[in-house]
């Protein structure tokens, strides 16, 4: 084993974790950034990005860089809280906004990011061991060509919602999960919409099918109650669309419904 000594121990290069590391080498902070994957994942996750971190992606110059375009971030009149629409028309300084871009794009544009600012992202390097002491932490890190130890005041786990490093440090992670509401999601092309717009329909009372346009990708399908989860160059959500009104899915979208259905 080899020890080494650095200012930020970071577990996770997701958008948290490497925004975070962002911020911090622009701090003048030294973060080591450890993650399990050996590269950006391309699995679909979150479709987008909602409410301050909006405006702080423009403070950073980020924003125009994501999007594509000159037009600054605009707040939304509108958001859906547990199911409950709630209405901001008319707020002097409404807080709500919101960038859907796909998550797999998203890492990739921070990890760009983090490499210009000098961050230590270790794709491949899992952190496996923890040890806390009154000045700081021991991290146990394991990589495909050796296992090896970090030493640091602080360890920040942005390793999402199985976190190791929650696990190690045993703090507890309240909640239950609800087995009856299940989801699809896929990034798919859509023909016959408006790309500046959201787009969602109820097909029976309980399944909702939608489209949310992503910033320079294509469009993200979500079927609520689904039992499935596609990749997204998976064959059968390939030519899905709708429509321009809506009212008629064509045979392959159909299909990801009754799929979703079962």
Request: glycine share 10%; proline share 5%; aromatic share 8%.
């Amino acid at each position: 084993m080899t020890e080494n000594r650095v200012d930020v121990i970071v577990s996770g290069a997701g958008p948290n974790g490497l925004m975070l590391a962002c911020e911090l080498a622009l701090a003048g902070v030294r973060p080591v950034v450890l993650e399990r994957l050996p590269a950006p994942s391309d699995e679909p996750k979150a479709n987008g990005m909602v409410g301050q971190v909006i405006r702080q992606l423009d403070m950073r110059g980020l924003y125009r860089r994501f999007t594509g375009s000159d037009d600054p971030p605009k707040p939304l009149y509108e958001w859906i809280f547990s199911g409950m629409p709630v209405r901001f028309f008319g707020m002097a300084d409404n807080p709500m906004y919101a960038l859907m871009m796909q998550q797999p794009r998203l890492v990739r544009l921070l990890s760009e990011r983090a490499h210009e600012l000098g961050v230590d992202v270790r794709w491949g390097h899992e952190l496996i061991g923890v040890k806390t002491r009154s000045d700081g932490v021991a991290v146990t890190a394991s990589a495909p060509e050796c296992t090896y130890v970090l030493d640091s005041t602080y360890l920040v786990g942005a390793d999402g919602g199985r976190s190791t490093v929650r696990k190690r440090l045993a703090v507890p992670f309240a909640g239950e999960t609800n087995e009856d509401i299940t989801m699809l999601l896929a990034d798919v092309r859509v023909d016959g919409l408006d790309h500046d717009y959201g787009h969602g329909w109820m097909l029976d009372g309980q399944t909702f099918f939608g489209f949310t346009p992503l910033a320079g990708a294509l469009l993200l399908l979500l079927v609520k109650d689904g039992a499935l989860k596609l990749d997204f160059n998976d064959e059968i959500v390939k030519g899905a669309c709708v429509t321009y009104d809506g009212a008629i899915v064509n045979a392959r979208a159909k299909e990801l419904v009754e799929a979703a259905s079962k």
